[in-house]
């Protein structure tokens, strides 16, 4: 099912992302979790690919077996910025083949080397150029595209960033998801300025529910997301006793999706990371609220 036709509810919907394994050997541990969050039903699940160091040739065969063995449809994620023409058709016909109907179109973040090396001999510099080589393939999928309330920690300006944006819509994405965010004031802001500029997609904010203290550096690292004193507070005193952070954090983002519902957002993504305690219990939080 293409995840287009998905975003017309008007009930909460909550999809779950999940990201292959780092090593072989890990790869039946990540796949039966995989599964019990499709056991979950939500409405989606996304498969990342390569990022946080997981394995980029396992995103496809967990996306199929998602799809065809649990019904849940999938969007398996795409890179470029380190790939070559010959390697992304080759990654689009193999999506073809597996019968995957969703792609997530991204650059992926730079590498120190790649930092270093001439972008003049880059194939691929940006996600718009992904964008349109999928569309040129003739492959019919319903495309996905990252977009950042905070803006892109590359961009000087979010004006540039939205402008940018809206180039990536106009090649063919069909939605967007958000990097994470911890202040729901953040996400409303850069809609309204979303929609100014033009940007009529819908846009699937994507909500991180923090469950360990040592992730939390990581994950602002990554993300550059800004930390409210509340989210700080709560860190601050539960970091350092894993099962007070972790239900303090799956409260907190709990409290974020009921807000982001009652402000009129439908379809919400959650950062599950393979673990389907997490998503099972942000699920049951919103028993009465999911549609
Ligand atoms: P782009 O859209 O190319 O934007 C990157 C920067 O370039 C921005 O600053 C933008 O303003 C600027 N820019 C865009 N177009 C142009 C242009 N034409 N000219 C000049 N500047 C331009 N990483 C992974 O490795 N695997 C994943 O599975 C993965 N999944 C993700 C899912 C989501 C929802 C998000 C938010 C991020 C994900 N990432 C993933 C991380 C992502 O790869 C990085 O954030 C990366 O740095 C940017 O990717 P992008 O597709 O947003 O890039």
Same mark, same amino acid.
């Given at each position: 099912?293409?995840?287009?036709?998905?975003?017309?509810?008007?009930?909460?919907?909550?999809?779950?992302?999940?990201?292959?394994?780092?090593?072989?050997?890990?790869?039946?541990?990540?796949?039966?979790?995989?599964?019990?969050?499709?056991?979950?039903?939500?409405?989606?699940?996304?498969?990342?690919?390569?990022?946080?160091?997981?394995?980029?040739?396992?995103?496809?065969? /967990?996306?199929?077996?998602?799809?065809?063995?649990?019904?849940?449809?999938?969007?398996?994620?795409?890179?470029?910025?380190?790939?070559?023409?010959?390697?992304?058709?080759?990654?689009?016909?193999?999506?073809?083949?597996?019968? /995957?109907?969703?792609?997530?179109?991204?650059? &992926?973040?730079?590498?120190?080397?790649?930092?270093?090396? =001439?972008?003049?001999?880059?194939? #691929?510099?940006?996600?718009?150029?992904? /964008?349109? =080589?999928?569309?040129?393939? &003739?492959?019919?999928?319903?495309?996905?595209?990252?977009?950042?309330?905070?803006?892109?920690?590359?961009?000087?300006?979010?004006?540039?960033?939205?402008?940018?944006?809206?180039?990536?819509?106009?090649?063919?994405?069909?939605?967007?998801?958000?990097?994470?965010?911890?202040?729901?004031?953040?996400? #409303?802001?850069?809609?309204?300025?979303?929609?100014?500029?033009?940007?009529?997609?819908?846009?699937?904010?994507?909500?991180?529910?923090?469950?360990?203290?040592?992730?939390?550096?990581?994950?602002?690292?990554?993300?550059?997301?800004?930390?409210?004193?509340?989210?700080?507070?709560?860190? =601050?005193?539960?970091?350092?006793?894993?099962?007070?952070?972790?239900?303090? &954090? /799956?409260? #907190?983002?709990?409290?974020?999706?009921?807000?982001?519902?009652?402000?009129?957002?439908?379809?919400?993504?959650?950062?599950?990371?393979?673990?389907?305690?997490?998503?099972?219990?942000?699920?049951?939080?919103?028993?009465?609220?999911?549609?």
């Amino acid at each position: 099912m293409k995840l287009s036709e998905l975003f017309k509810n008007d009930k909460l919907s909550l999809s779950f992302e999940v990201f292959p394994p780092k090593t072989d050997m890990a790869f039946d541990s990540v796949k039966s979790a995989t599964e019990e969050i499709a056991k979950l039903r939500p409405s989606f699940m996304s498969v990342t690919y390569g990022a946080g160091g997981g394995t980029s040739r396992y995103t496809l065969e /967990i996306a199929k077996n998602i799809k065809e063995h649990y019904s849940v449809p999938t969007l398996a994620h795409l890179t470029c910025v380190s790939s070559t023409k010959e390697t992304v058709l080759e990654k689009i016909e193999a999506m073809k083949d597996a019968g /995957i109907e969703n792609v997530m179109a991204l650059r &992926g973040d730079l590498t120190p080397e790649l930092e270093k090396s =001439d972008r003049s001999k880059w194939a #691929y510099r940006h996600a718009v150029d992904l /964008i349109h =080589d999928i569309k040129t393939s &003739g492959a019919d999928f319903c495309i996905g595209g990252a977009c950042y309330p905070e803006i892109h920690p590359e961009s000087t300006n979010q004006k540039e960033d939205i402008k940018y944006l809206k180039e990536k819509v106009d090649a063919g994405c069909s939605f967007l998801t958000t990097q994470m965010f911890f202040d729901n004031n953040l996400l #409303y802001n850069f809609l309204y300025k979303i929609r100014e500029a033009g940007i009529t997609v819908p846009i699937i904010p994507g909500v991180m529910p923090i469950t360990n203290g040592n992730q939390v550096e990581r994950a602002i690292k990554l993300s550059g997301s800004f930390m409210p004193q509340r989210f700080k507070s709560l860190v =601050d005193k539960f970091g350092t006793s894993p099962e007070a952070m972790k239900q303090a &954090g /799956i409260a #907190y983002a709990t409290d974020q999706i009921i807000d982001l519902f009652a402000n009129g957002i439908t379809n919400v993504h959650v950062y599950s990371m393979n673990k389907p305690d997490v998503a099972a219990k942000i699920q049951s939080n919103l028993s009465d609220i999911l549609g």
